[in-house]
């Protein structure tokens, strides 16, 4: 009975997780096509930042609408809706030829990552098992780092083998795959989109929204699943006590004590994305051309890039629900801080190759277990089931145009203060983050959702 209750959840996860993926293939499939981008349509630093940042006005869009509307018709059907934006951006963006248009389908394709980012892991959250959410929620972050090593595996081979190519083809695929590689780069995420849509199918809301909304005879099916029969029991009794003492949305969440929440969340929340990490993933071909290496080559190393941040992921899932979520962000925040000053050094004193690229893979180590993964896993604990969803738009949002200012500010930064000086800045953020922390994160580690509401309300 056990092992087919493992079973469903990690099903479920897995699929609930795709949008992780879809989220951080969107995200990334971007880095190969900036330098084809630039000297297609000519951009200058500016117009680069704004093309990149376009999809994060996306995101914001996306999440400013879903969390209002996970709460209104299910965490599910949301879901449906981010699949249907990745498909639709990236078969438009691969056949526009106006550069207008090309930035309408990368702000279409940030609203299907905005939905994702907020809707995916509250969806785990609310159908985790109390002793095994760290690690469900960290699983989504995990699936953010395979869809980033896919986008880049899927770049380096695109572009491979346009390299290698014939030029005695005038048709479809020559024009998309050939000629225009990085047409092709955004066409192949429609194959993941599709899987997640369909996949959608055999997944079931989450019991806790269903509570929610009137039906427990539903979310006690879903918890006997999830549980077993008794602990089902125990755990729908709960949620409908927390559920029937407050109702609210928005203004509730301005008041005390959630109000205090709301800035703790919003803060870690930013201040991870200040670190840099997005930089380093859009921007990584830029980076390292930076340090002397050819573009071609630079799409090989940001694979190695891409595989560490997968790779150091399974730190978080392995150890968040022994080690808890205050160490792990402790540790992670301070060690990543002191390698963003070693790569900055790096870039400082022209010393490339193997060395810097040691110092980057130690700072994605440290992000990928701490400020990576645990913003998540923060954000959809801390708050009552009845705002949870508004909640997490707002941090997510805030995730967002923290990004936005990171992705928009960085070519003038690399290209006016400099490559060292902008890494000594990210390195600044994530101290900044380590003292926030220490002060305030509390420990929330297996703890049902409404024995931490109570705790903390």
Not at 36 to 44: M, R
Not at 50 to 65: N, T
Not at 292 to 312: C, E, K, P, R, W
Not at 378 to 384: A, D, L, N
Request: charged share 15%; glycine share 8%.
């Amino acid at each position: 009975m056990q092992a087919k209750t493992n079973r469903f959840i990690s099903l479920v996860t897995a699929i609930a997780a795709l949008g992780g993926f879809l989220f951080g293939f969107d995200m990334a499939v971007v880095s190969g096509i900036i330098e084809p981008l630039k000297s297609h349509y000519g951009l200058s630093a500016s117009q680069e930042g704004f093309f990149v940042s376009s999809a994060l006005l996306g995101c914001i869009a996306g999440v400013a609408f879903s969390g209002y509307l996970s709460d209104r018709i299910g965490r599910r059907k949301v879901l449906f809706i981010a699949a249907f934006l990745f498909i639709i951006s990236a078969v438009g963006f691969a056949f526009s030829e106006l550069y207008t248009a090309l930035i309408f389908f990368r702000i279409l394709a940030g609203m299907g990552v905005g939905v994702a980012s907020n809707v995916s892991p509250l969806y785990i959250s609310e159908i985790a098992p109390a002793q095994k959410r760290g690690s469900l929620v960290t699983f989504y972050q995990l699936a953010i780092t395979i869809g980033i090593l896919a986008a880049y595996l899927s770049n380096l081979f695109l572009q491979r083998n346009a390299a290698a190519y014939g030029a005695d083809d005038n048709g479809l695929f020559h024009w998309l795959f050939i000629e225009n590689v990085w047409r092709g780069m955004f066409l192949v995420g429609v194959f993941p989109a599709l899987a997640f849509a369909l996949l959608l199918l055999i997944v079931p809301e989450s019991p806790r929204w269903l509570v929610n909304d009137g039906k427990p005879d539903a979310a006690l099916a879903i918890l006997t699943r999830i549980s077993g029969e008794q602990q089902a029991i125990t755990e729908l009794n709960a949620i409908r006590e927390m559920a029937s003492q407050k109702k609210g949305g928005f203004a509730e969440l301005m008041r005390l004590p959630l109000s205090k929440l709301l800035a703790l969340a919003m803060t870690l929340t930013a201040l991870s994305q200040f670190s840099g990490i997005n930089g380093v993933i859009f921007y990584g071909p830029t980076i390292m051309k930076s340090a002397g290496i050819v573009t071609s080559d630079a799409l090989f190393y940001q694979v190695i890039l891409g595989l560490a941040n997968m790779l150091f992921t399974f730190i978080a899932i392995l150890k968040v629900d022994q080690w808890g979520r205050r160490p792990l962000y402790l540790y992670g925040s301070m060690f990543a801080a002191l390698a963003l000053a070693l790569t900055g050094i790096c870039f400082l004193m022209n010393i490339t190759g193997w060395l810097m690229l040691g110092c980057i893979i130690l700072f994605i180590l440290f992000f990928a277990f701490s400020l990576g993964p645990l913003k998540f896993v923060i954000s959809t604990e801390i708050f009552p089931t009845h705002v949870r969803g508004t909640a997490l738009s707002v941090c997510i949002m805030t995730m967002w145009v923290s990004d936005w200012f990171v992705n928009l500010l960085f070519p003038v930064m690399r290209d006016g203060l400099g490559i060292a000086a902008t890494f000594f800045i990210f390195s600044f953020f994530c101290l900044l983050s380590f003292l926030y922390a220490k002060r305030k994160l509390m420990e929330t580690k297996g703890k049902s959702l409404e024995e931490i509401e109570k705790m903390l309300t």
